[in-house]
């Protein structure tokens, strides 16, 4: 057997080895806790729940975080997407998975959107915010151009970028971004 031979068959063998063992000892997606902590600035309340186990929603967390991320002008709250919250998820464990992002802004109700769009504040009149698939956060000590390319990369919907007010806008709609 000549040299090159040898050393083909000796990668073959090492790698069939190698590569299931490197996956047998990988946790799967489905085993994993996930945690949010979260902060909303106009109530004032803090939640730390865990609202995912081996991939199962779990829903007293769920009801934890739809009731932080009620309309704080009216009380009303709704169900927040789980897809929203699995993206904080993912940008909260990139940036600061022990420390709190301060939500600006969850479900708004039509009436406070309404009310809101009249006042001039630049809000969308079909807004995603009403259906509890929007938000509005800033992750403290991360610079929110961070934040935005990160959000940007999730590729699940809307990103957008507001420096001037400190926060970036993410939702599960279609992907777009807006903001400079």
């Known amino acids: 057997m000549n040299r090159r031979i040898f050393l083909r068959s000796a990668a073959a063998i090492t790698g069939s080895v190698i590569v299931p063992a490197a996956f047998?000892?990988?946790?799967?997606e489905l085993e994993i806790d996930k945690e949010l902590h979260l902060y909303n600035i106009h109530t004032g309340e803090f939640v730390k729940t865990t609202f995912q186990h081996a991939g199962q929603?779990?829903?007293?967390?769920?009801?934890?975080?739809?009731?932080?991320?009620r309309d704080h002008r009216s009380g009303e709250s709704t169900l927040i997407s789980r897809t929203l919250l699995d993206d904080i998820h993912t940008l909260q464990q990139l940036f600061k998975p022990n420390q709190a992002i301060e939500i600006i802004s969850g479900y708004r109700s039509p009436k406070t959107n309404e009310k809101l769009r009249a006042m001039g504040h630049g809000v969308a009149k079909r807004s995603l915010h009403m259906q509890g698939?929007?938000?509005d956060i800033r992750i403290p000590g991360i610079n929110l151009r961070q934040v935005r390319?990160?959000?940007l990369a999730l590729k699940s919907g809307g990103v957008g970028y507001y420096p001037k007010s400190g926060f970036i806008h993410l939702d599960v709609g279609r992907v777009r971004q807006w903001g400079s």
Do not use: F, M, R, S
């Open 133 to 135: 698939k929007a938000i």
């Open 149 to 151: 390319k990160a959000a």
């Open 24 to 28: 047998a000892n990988k946790t799967p």
């Open 57 to 69: 929603y779990d829903q007293q967390g769920l009801d934890e975080l739809d009731h932080l991320l």
